[in-house]
């Protein structure tokens, strides 16, 4: 499939990568494309802005958003009995302060790329099969945008709650298609 993508869509895709390594992610979701997508210039920030969305808000959305969802929760690990502070004081006092967040540098440092989530990999393949629809033999960053309109996935969540009109952002998505 990667071989359809368009110059425009491998740098997404790149940039994805680097949008995760700088949040400390350890895997590229919807939302790593979606700030991709939005802070290059092409089809897929033009048809964000054209439907009516402040790019730089969503960008900073977004990237709240991965930096929320990446930190471990308390709540839920106090509900199987796990006391996240009482970890981290033990661990703390045995390797160092700041011993669990060196470590996670560590391990996340050593692979040289990052897997795809499944939403992820269910908006890339939404945004081949968007290109089809639309009669296109390339995938560039208008279809990978309609991927991540048409999936349920964090990206599409972080574009709700940016007061974005689907519809209409996905209108314009079709027509940086089609003029692509």
Do not use: C, W, Y
Not at 1 to 10: C, H, V, Y
Not at 158 to 168: E, I, N, Q, S, T
């Amino acid at each position: 499939m990667f071989e359809r993508f368009t110059k425009d869509a491998r740098s997404a895709v790149v940039d994805a990568q680097q949008v995760a390594r700088a949040a400390h992610s350890d895997q590229i979701d919807s939302r790593h494309l979606l700030v991709a997508l939005a802070e290059s210039e092409g089809p897929a920030r033009s048809a964000l802005a054209d439907g009516g969305l402040d790019v730089t808000e969503l960008i900073e959305r977004a990237r709240a958003s991965v930096e929320a969802g990446d930190a471990l929760d308390p709540g839920a690990l106090a509900a199987v009995g796990i006391d996240l502070d009482e970890v981290t004081r033990r661990t703390e006092a045995t390797f160092g302060e700041g011993a669990l967040t060196r470590a996670g540098r560590i391990l996340r440092g050593r692979r040289k790329h990052l897997p795809f989530t499944a939403d992820a990999k269910k908006s890339l393949e939404l945004a081949l099969r968007e290109a089809i629809r639309l009669g296109s033999k390339e995938i560039h960053g208008g279809h990978m945008l309609l991927g991540l309109t048409r999936a349920a996935s964090p990206a599409r969540t972080v574009l709700a709650d940016a007061g974005a009109d689907l519809d209409r952002v996905r209108r314009h998505a079709e027509g940086a298609s089609e003029a692509a």
